[in-house]
């Protein structure tokens, strides 16, 4: 993994993270995120995976009915969010779309993905910091606006 700092505002930084072949991108994506000490940020990605696991989440279970994804596959789209978990390390939420090579497409969270050739992400920090906590009730950890993290 390759990262840059392309902004670095007294508010927000912004950087480009790349992925080398073979990294898990969650993993990874979640081990930068920890180390540069981001505490809240939007990103967006595109790239390839050689293979992934993507989830729908089942209300009825509270659980994620995993997708798996055995084939190369373009990351077509990747949007999500960071903000600082129960456990005080940094809490990914990302979707995908990602598209076959029969021009199909599979979306839903990202679980893991294997990079393969890479995975180009931006990280936009957000100027305060956001806190996610689990909701027993949902059986997920959601953005809880009440209780603003501190950056």
Known sequence: MQSKAVSNRASSRTFIVVLDSGEEAFTTLAQFANTAGISAASLTAIGAFENAVIGWFDFA??????????????????IGDIA?????????????????????????????????????VVLEEAPAGLRRRKRPE???ALIDLADEAKT
């Open 61 to 78: 279970t509270k659980s994620y009915k995993k997708i798996r994804v055995d084939e190369q596959c373009e990351v077509l789209s990747a």
């Open 138 to 140: 949902l059986g997920i």
């Open 84 to 120: 600082t978990g129960d456990d005080g390390k940094a809490s990914l939420h990302v979707h995908v779309v990602l598209g076959l090579s029969d021009g199909t497409t599979r979306g839903g969270h990202l679980l893991e993905g294997k990079v393969r050739p890479t995975l180009e």
